[in-house]
């Protein structure tokens, strides 16, 4: 089954320095790999998205995030931190059986001025 | 292009209650899965629906149902409310459920059972 670790459940960064929220993958297969972002008392919105295309995909706001098959990671960088930049993280995959996603237990960013 | 919808917004119900959330896809999307997202389990998948059928379900038990309308929008229905079944209830949309797709999520509905 597809499944994905996030490694850290709370991040702490100083506005303007780069930020990376580290996720693991496991899957018997290529995966269709997702970062989501909510912030407090709002919906999940998609941050980026890998399907096979390129390994290096760029998303929204700056961030972006490498599908590395040998070390079966999919990490989320960002140059510079904005204090904007705080919420919840979630590295998703989607479930091989289809038609659902597997949400990691999120990582929490908290951007410090 | 308006986004998912999402109906109501909050709910305050006792335990042994039911409840009936609904759900708006985007216009021209014909999946629509729901999530239930509680601080101990995190995101959770409930089940998900396309062309007014059932593809596939979560592992929840019985007193979690849902439905699908021939225009798409979708109800689910918890039975016998407990006080575990508070939670925020995410549904998500996209054009036809394939893994590659973008899912478009709604703001959610917060359900508190007292």
């Known amino acids: 089954a597809q499944s994905v670790t996030q490694l850290d459940s709370h991040v702490s960064v100083s506005e303007g320095t780069p930020v990376l929220l580290r996720c693991n993958y496991s899957?018997?297969?290529?995966?269709?790999l997702f970062w989501y972002v909510q912030h407090p008392n709002k919906g999940l919105q998609l941050l980026l998205k890998?399907?096979?295309?390129?390994?290096l995909v760029k998303g929204i706001n700056g961030f972006e995030a490498e599908f590395k098959k040998s070390e079966t990671s999919f990490h989320l960088t960002k140059p510079s931190a904005h204090m904007s930049d705080a919420a919840e993280y979630f590295c998703v995959v989607s479930a091989n059986s289809g038609y659902a996603l597997n949400f990691g237990k999120g990582t929490s960013l908290l951007v410090t001025p | 292009k308006a986004g998912v919808t999402q109906t109501p917004r909050y709910l305050i119900k006792t335990r042994g209650q039911q409840v009936t959330l609904s759900c708006s896809p985007i216009s021209g999307h014909r999946s629509v899965s729901w999530y239930q997202q509680t601080p101990g389990q995190g995101l959770q998948f409930l089940f998900e629906?396309?062309?007014?059928?059932?593809?596939n379900k979560g592992n929840f038990p019985g007193r979690f149902s849902g439905r699908q309308f021939s225009n798409s929008r979708s109800e689910m229905n918890v039975s016998t409310l407990e006080l575990g079944d508070s939670a925020l209830y995410l549904c998500?949309?996209?054009?036809?459920?394939?893994?590659?797709?973008?899912?478009?999520f709604g703001p959610g509905t917060r359900l508190l059972v007292l």
């Open positions: 899957s018997s297969y290529s995966p269709s």
């Open positions: 890998y399907t096979s295309a390129a390994t």
């Open positions: 629906y396309f062309s007014e059928t059932q593809r």
């Open positions: 998500a949309s996209s054009l036809r459920g394939a893994p590659e797709e973008t899912q478009y």
